[in-house]
C-alpha cells in the first residue's frame, strides 16, 4: 500500500506543473440543472422547496435537441419548452471524440436527465436525426456496439416519464438546437466569455 501511495504522489508532483485539473462529468451535469433553474421564472418554484412542479400536468413538454460533430469539437444543444411555451436553451460541449450519431444521442440523454430531474410527466421529443428516432421507435434496429448501448440507456430513461413520444422533424424545425449544438463545438471558448449582442 506505501508503495502505491508512494507512486501516486509522484504522479500528482509531475502532474502539478501542467497545471490539469479534473473535473468529474456529474459535476458538470449538476452545473447545468442549477443553471436552469436559476433561469425559471419564480413562481415556477415553489417558496421553500427546490423542485420545479408542472404548471398543468395536462400538456406537454416539449424537448429539441441536436448534435454536432466535426474536426473542431462536438457539441449538443437542447431546448425544453415549457407547457406554456416559455423555453430554457443549453449549448454543451463534449469533452471526448463523438461521431455524428453518438453526438445526437447524448444531446437525447441530456435532455431526457433534465426533463426528469425538474419532474416532466409528459414529454415530446423532436429530433433531425432519422437514425436516433427511428431505434428509439423500433422501426431502425441498434445494430453498432455504442449504439445498442445508447439506445438501452435512451429506453431507461424513458421510463420515467407517465407518456413519452420521439418524432424525426426536419432540419429547419430544428434550427435553435441545430445553432446551439454548432456554437458548443465551433465557438466554446467563446462562449464562457462575455459576449455582447447587438442588433443593427
Given at each position: 500500500m506505501p508503495e502505491i501511495s508512494c507512486r501516486m504522489a509522484k504522479w500528482a508532483i509531475e502532474l502539478d506543473k501542467h497545471e490539469i485539473s479534473f473535473l468529474p462529468r456529474n459535476s458538470v451535469k449538476g452545473q447545468v440543472i442549477a443553471d436552469f433553474l436559476v433561469e425559471l421564472p419564480s413562481d415556477m418554484i415553489k417558496q421553500g422547496e427546490t423542485s420545479v412542479t408542472r404548471r398543468d400536468t395536462n400538456e406537454f413538454w416539449e424537448l429539441y435537441t441536436d448534435g454536432a460533430s466535426n474536426e473542431e469539437g462536438d457539441g449538443i444543444g437542447l431546448l425544453l419548452v415549457f407547457p406554456k411555451k416559455?423555453?430554457?436553451t443549453y449549448a454543451i460541449l463534449l469533452k471526448f471524440a463523438a461521431s455524428n450519431n453518438e453526438a445526437e444521442y447524448e444531446a437525447l440523454l441530456d435532455g431526457l436527465r433534465m426533463a426528469k430531474s425538474i419532474d416532466v410527466q409528459q414529454l415530446?421529443?423532436?429530433?433531425?436525426?432519422?437514425?436516433?428516432?427511428?431505434?428509439?421507435?423500433?422501426?431502425?434496429?441498434?445494430?453498432d456496439t455504442s449504439m445498442q448501448k445508447y439506445l438501452e440507456l435512451a429506453k431507461f430513461l424513458v421510463k420515467n416519464f407517465i407518456t413519452f413520444e420521439i418524432k424525426q422533424i426536419l432540419r429547419n424545425r430544428n434550427k435553435k438546437a441545430n445553432a446551439l449544438s454548432k456554437l458548443a463545438s465551433l465557438l466554446y471558448d467563446h462562449f464562457t466569455k462575455k459576449?455582447?449582442?447587438?442588433?443593427?
Open positions: 416559455e423555453e430554457i415530446a421529443a423532436y429530433i433531425d436525426s432519422q437514425l436516433v428516432a427511428s431505434q428509439l421507435n423500433g422501426s431502425f434496429e441498434a445494430r459576449v455582447i449582442v447587438e442588433v443593427l
